[in-house]
């Protein structure tokens, strides 16, 4: 099969397009023909070898989520036929003409999505989904501020807190993206440059003085105490990316007087038996709500299965100015 090869650590140019052996399904896993691959930030890293993928995953070819049809099964699996279409998270390996998936980690893919939008779908919905719904335990009428709302979680996010009866608000880093993200629920939101006091005024503005019942934060950094502060007595901080940096400076005493809690969470390095939970919960909780049209794919831009527009691809997310996912089709029907 033909795969996306990182053939060394580096720029977008280091990626490739090299034929490789296909993938067999071992007793319960399941071999996919892949149709389309989103890109995330996990991908960029592990382009430039920040980021390996886990043990059990191709080191070269990166990819965490996938949009295909069941080509075979292994002999042991009872969940799905060839011809099924499917789509679901993976450690790595996705962006390839073919993956290996095990077959409590695939979810069936609504009638009314198209390779492309099913592609956009599992790894932020499900992270979204994860962190918002069980972790965090958000409940109708509550306040919510999502940080990076312009970013294909911060999209998947809106839609699930409006789902679940609660209010979300949202920040990024242009005035842009906050108003391309009113039509997919945002109540308000403010674009923030690297002078966050301006957050905790309008923070106070929005909830009547309360503060926020949970913060989503897709930036840290000098994110994470912003938000801190701006939570709501026995409110709830998600952490689920460090792109405005690692380290920070964390005022204890908030945490302790308004009883918060701070909650760091990563899907890739998971057992198995984790992300089969987060997999099937996903499968009963959003799938149906993306098939009912209450919840919609967001696709930023698609891009061929050739070397120029993978490239281009990884520059296009590493521009900062998507707005979605960015996605590689890498068969056609």
Not at 235 to 252: H, N, P, Q, S
Request: with cysteine; proline share 6%.
């Amino acid at each position: 099969m033909k795969a996306i090869i990182i053939t060394k650590p580096g720029g977008p140019e280091v990626l490739d397009i090299r034929e490789v052996p296909t993938p067999q399904p071992s007793p319960h896993k399941v071999q996919v023909r892949v149709y389309a691959a989103a890109l995330n930030r996990a991908d960029l890293l592990q382009r430039q070898g920040y980021y390996p993928a886990p043990p059990d995953a191709p080191q070269d070819i990166p990819g965490m989520e996938f949009a295909g049809e069941v080509a075979a099964v292994g002999g042991h699996v009872q969940m799905w036929q060839p011809g099924q279409r499917v789509f679901g998270i993976a450690g790595g390996g996705c962006q390839a003409e073919y993956i290996v998936a095990h077959e409590r980690m695939l979810a069936e893919i609504p009638a009314n999505l198209s390779w492309t939008e099913a592609a956009a779908v599992p790894e932020v919905f499900i992270t979204a989904h994860d962190a918002l719904w069980k972790q965090a335990g958000l409940a109708s009428g509550e306040n919510v501020l999502i940080h990076a709302i312009g970013s294909g979680v911060g999209l998947a996010a809106v839609q699930l807190v409006r789902a679940r009866g609660a209010v979300p608000y949202g920040t990024s880093r242009t005035q842009e993206k906050i108003e391309r993200a009113r039509p997919f629920g945002l109540q308000d939101g403010m674009a923030l440059t690297d002078n966050l006091q301006p957050l905790q005024e309008q923070s106070q503005q929005w909830t009547g003085g309360r503060g926020f019942d949970v913060v989503l934060d897709l930036v840290g950094g000098s994110y994470v105490p912003a938000g801190l502060e701006a939570l709501a007595t026995k409110g709830r901080l998600v952490l689920l990316a460090t792109m405005g940096g690692r380290k920070t400076e964390i005022d204890f005493s908030a945490l302790l007087r308004k009883r918060l809690r701070l909650i760091g969470s990563v899907l890739r390095g998971r057992t198995l038996e984790e992300k089969v939970a987060v997999t099937q919960a996903f499968t009963a909780e959003v799938v149906p709500l993306l098939a009912q049209g209450r919840l919609r794919a967001t696709v930023d831009s698609e891009f061929d299965f050739t070397p120029k527009d993978i490239q281009a691809a990884h520059r296009r997310l590493e521009s900062n100015q998507s707005f979605g996912k960015v996605v590689i089709r890498i068969a056609r029907e």
